[in-house]
C-alpha cells in the first residue's frame, strides 16, 4: 500500500507538471501568433529589406518586382481546394542586378490528378509585381518527384532542380489578386488559433493527476477500514 501510494504521487504531480508545461506552450504559441498577426498587418516593405532572422520575417508583407521565369515554374502537388484537386504554381523571379531568384507562389490552379496543369495557360505579365506574405523555404532535400513536380518545397530540393541561386525565403503572392481566372487563385494567410490544442491537454493532465490522488486516498481510507 505504501508503494502503491508513492506511485500515485508521483504520477500526480509528473500528470500535474505535464499540465504547466502545456500551459506554458499555450503562452509561446499565443505570444508567437501576436508577433505574427502584428508582421502581417505592418505595411508592405520591398522583399530585399525584409530582416533575416527568419522569426521576424515569416508572414512579414512585402512587395516584389522582377521578370518572371516561366520556363523553370515548380509545382508543388496535391493541394486541394474548396475540396476540388490542384497545384500550387512557384514561379522565380529574375530582379535586375541581382543573381538570386526569388520565388513566388502564385497560388492554386486546378489539376485533375493533383500534379500537371497547363503553365502556359496560367501566365501572367511579363514583369510581375506583387504584394504578399514571407514564408521561409523549409530546410531538407526533397527531390521532384518528376521534372518540376514536388511533394514538398525544400530549400535544397529548389536549388538542385533550378539553373541558378534562390533565395531561402519566397513570397505568398496576395495582391493583385485572382480575377476572371486569368490568374491563379491566390492564397489566404492562414488562420492564426491562439489557443490551439494546448488548453484541452493541460485540462487532462490535470485530470489525470486528481484520478490518481482520488484513488490512492480511497485505497488508503479502505485499508484503514
Not at 498577426?37 to 516593405?45: N, R
Not at 533575416?52 to 518586382?65: E, F, I, N, P, V
Not at 514564408?135 to 514538398?152: M, W
Request: net charge positive; no cysteine.
Amino acid at each position: 500500500m505504501i508503494v502503491f501510494s508513492v506511485i500515485a504521487l508521483a504520477l500526480a504531480a509528473l500528470f500535474v507538471r505535464l499540465g504547466i508545461w502545456q500551459l506554458d506552450r499555450r503562452q509561446e504559441r499565443r505570444a508567437r501568433n501576436a508577433m505574427i498577426a502584428a508582421q502581417a498587418a505592418a505595411p508592405a516593405v520591398p522583399f530585399d529589406s525584409i530582416p533575416s532572422d527568419t522569426a521576424r520575417a515569416h508572414y512579414r508583407r512585402a512587395t516584389l518586382r522582377g521578370a518572371p521565369d516561366y520556363e523553370h515554374e515548380l509545382v508543388l502537388a496535391s493541394r486541394t481546394r474548396n475540396g476540388s484537386p490542384g497545384v500550387h504554381v512557384f514561379t522565380p523571379v529574375r530582379i535586375a542586378g541581382r543573381d538570386t531568384a526569388v520565388l513566388v507562389n502564385r497560388g492554386w490552379v486546378y489539376s485533375a490528378d493533383g500534379a500537371t496543369a497547363d503553365l502556359a495557360r496560367w501566365r501572367e505579365d511579363s514583369t510581375l509585381a506583387v504584394e504578399g506574405y514571407v514564408e521561409p523555404l523549409p530546410a531538407g532535400d526533397v527531390k521532384p518527384i518528376k521534372g518540376r513536380i514536388l511533394r514538398q518545397v525544400t530549400l535544397g530540393g529548389v536549388r538542385a532542380t533550378l539553373p541558378y541561386p534562390v533565395a531561402a525565403r519566397y513570397l505568398v503572392a496576395q495582391i493583385p489578386g485572382d480575377s476572371a481566372n486569368v490568374r491563379p487563385a491566390r492564397l489566404t494567410l492562414p488562420d492564426l488559433d491562439d489557443e490551439g490544442p494546448h488548453l484541452g491537454y493541460a485540462l487532462q493532465w490535470f485530470a489525470f493527476a486528481l484520478i490518481a490522488l482520488i484513488g490512492a486516498g480511497i485505497s488508503l481510507r479502505r485499508r484503514a477500514v
